[in-house]
């Protein structure tokens, strides 16, 4: 069945770097979009960005633009989410997630969710 | 950018009984060329993942219970759970997934619990 484990995340100070993981398991991961979202305690849910299934194209969201870098490894079944420049409002739960339909080259909903790793931005 | 909002925020239904959330987005998700509304519903327990429930505004994803269902095009959309069961009890959010270059954006939540 589909798993989708992420790693990486932790306390870091604001202004300094994270890079969180997700490993995926069950499905053939080359052939699916990819997406991390997140949720800040208590609040709603807020899209970050996604990955093409071949990684040819990368979105995201304007509150992250700039500093955070979307990647993934097809060899190894692994979505990477690089974060620089971390500020406190990034403090979230972040999930990655996967595209309900496979080879899409346009937006579809997202039919698995990882559990989340926390990344709490704190001095 | 679209704007996704939804109505009540909360709202406490007794078992067996209908309960009904409304999302409205800020422009039509409605996509001419396919009829497809790029509208989807997403259910969260506590200390959960979400949850994909509905998507294309009304088709079910598979294994979701039959007593969900979405309805609803353009700018106008409405999940209905048709008997509440003690299970149900979660946030529901619409999510738009029609811009183009992607930006996904959701609906700021409703909470459901039983009455």
């Known amino acids: 069945q589909v798993h989708l484990v992420e790693s990486g995340g932790g306390v870091v100070q604001p202004g300094r770097s994270l890079r969180l993981s997700c490993a995926a398991s069950?499905?053939?991961?080359?052939?699916?979009?990819m997406h991390w979202v997140r949720q800040a305690p208590g609040k709603g849910l807020e899209w970050v960005a996604v990955?093409?299934?071949?990684?040819?194209?990368?979105y995201y969201a304007d509150s992250v633009k700039g500093r955070f870098t979307i990647s993934r490894d097809n060899s190894k079944n692994t979505l990477n989410l690089q974060m620089n420049s971390l500020r406190a409002e990034d403090t979230a739960m972040y999930y990655c997630?996967?595209?309900?339909?496979?080879?899409?080259?346009?937006?579809?909903?997202?039919?698995?969710w990882g559990q989340g790793t926390l990344v709490t931005v704190s001095s | 950018d679209i704007v996704m909002t939804q109505s009540p925020d909360s709202l406490a239904v007794s078992l067996g009984e209908r309960a009904t959330i409304n999302c409205k987005s800020s422009?039509?998700?409605?996509?001419?060329?396919?009829?497809?509304?790029?509208l989807a519903w997403y259910q969260q327990k506590l200390g959960q993942p979400p949850k994909l429930l509905i998507y294309?505004?009304?088709t079910r994803e598979s294994g979701v219970p039959d007593r969900f269902s979405g309805s609803g095009s353009g700018t106008d959309f409405t999940l209905t759970i048709s008997s509440l069961q003690a299970e149900d009890v979660a946030v529901y959010y619409c999510?738009?997934?029609?811009?183009?270059?992607?930006?996904?954006?959701f609906g700021p939540g409703t909470k459901v619990d039983i009455k």
């Open positions: 997630a996967r595209d309900i339909g496979r080879y899409s080259s346009s937006s579809l909903p997202f039919d698995y």
């Open positions: 999510q738009q997934y029609y811009t183009t270059p992607p930006q996904f954006t």
């Open positions: 294309w505004a009304s």
């Open positions: 990955i093409w299934y071949d990684g040819s194209n990368k």
């Open positions: 069950g499905f053939i991961f080359s052939t699916y979009g």
């Open positions: 422009q039509s998700v409605l996509y001419s060329s396919n009829n497809k509304n790029y």
